[in-house]
């Protein structure tokens, strides 16, 4: 049987997925995958500014995807919830399966 969410919870829920709607939060993300990196780290493989990497990984932050840690000045951030990536790949694999299908009856009418 399927649980009946509240206002709050939907609310809640709306939240994260803004939260995973922007695309430099995502790469950000992407990046930490492969374990701890410094700041200035994510602004060389991201190709953004110090000030906007470090605008979006404290957004992360706040909302507990990310963990900081302080090595005398700099910062290092790691994954604060695993989670995020399981549903990542179920979006990219819904994705591709559709992509799929779709390139599939483009070929049947061709």
Known sequence: ???????????LISQRFRLLADPMRLKILHHLQSGEKSVTELVTVTGASQPNVSKHLSTLRTHGLVRRRQEGNMAFFSIGAPFIFELCNTVCDSMKTELEQKNALLADNS
């Open 1 to 11: 049987m399927q649980q009946m969410l509240s206002d709050e919870m939907l609310e």
